[in-house]
């Protein structure tokens, strides 16, 4: 059984760029979180997808966009790249019937923009 | 404001007990305080999560007082690889209920 994966691991891009990163969730999950990792700090929440829907959102600029396949994967968007970009993507899985909070992240995405 | 609070890091020896405390005010009271566990370049792991009272897992404890303003993360007897970073969670009371994650107890475990 897969758990979350994300493409690519490493990806470095110049200000201005696009980016899209992909996640797909471990088995039996249907609710896709992302969340930006800054170097020594804790995660923040980007957005969650549930059901192909944006369901909750964190304190982001519209430049961050996301989008939730029907067979549950994700990508995430970002346009206009900024120096203060780079950092960690992570892509978290759950199941969205659960109250709890028990996310299964996938290895991440280091983003740096140059 | 919603705001959750952990110490930044916490010196431990292989086979203590390390409890990590989180400070979380204005948490909505139906959900649930999470924690999680970070090594370097990895995502975070899930730990635990508990609603009230006391939650026992083969990795760890977590205690809930009664006013569910703060939660106690217990590691039993830690080694060398439980040193991590461990981030506590919870969820902002209101109609904006949003994730609040800590920013994050560096434990270090010594020899």
């Known amino acids: 059984d897969a758990g979350v994966t994300q493409s690519p691991t490493h990806l470095i891009k110049t200000r201005g760029q696009q980016v899209t990163l992909r996640c797909s969730p471990k088995?039996?999950?249907?609710?896709v979180s992302w969340y930006q990792q800054a170097l020594g700090q804790g995660p923040q929440f980007i957005f969650q997808y549930y059901e192909e829907e944006e369901r909750q959102r964190g304190n982001f600029p519209d430049r961050f966009s996301g989008h939730q396949f029907p067979n549950y994967s994700s990508e995430l968007n970002v346009n206009a790249l900024l120096l203060g970009d780079s950092a960690l993507y992570l892509c978290?899985?759950?199941?969205?019937?659960?109250?709890?909070?028990?996310?299964?992240f996938g290895p991440g995405t280091r983003l740096t923009v140059t | 404001l919603a705001k959750t609070t952990q110490p930044i890091s916490m010196d431990s020896y292989e086979g203590q007990e390390v409890n990590i405390t989180c400070s979380h005010n204005?948490?909505?009271?139906?959900?649930?305080i999470t924690w999680y566990q970070q090594f370097p370049s990895q995502g975070p792991r899930f730990i635990i999560q508990?609603?009230?009272?006391?939650v026992t897992n083969e990795v760890a404890s977590l205690f809930i007082p009664a006013d569910r303003k703060s939660s106690t993360l217990s590691l039993p007897r830690v080694s060398l690889s439980d040193t991590a970073v461990y981030y506590c969670?919870?969820?902002?009371?209101?109609?904006?209920?949003?994730?609040?994650w800590g920013l994050g107890t560096s434990l270090a475990v010594n020899p």
């Open positions: 508990g609603y009230k009272t006391k």
């Open positions: 088995s039996g999950h249907d609710t």
């Open positions: 978290a899985s759950s199941r969205g019937s659960d109250r709890g909070y028990e996310q299964y």
């Open positions: 204005n948490i909505a009271t139906n959900d649930y």
């Open positions: 969670l919870s969820r902002r009371a209101g109609n904006n209920r949003k994730l609040i």
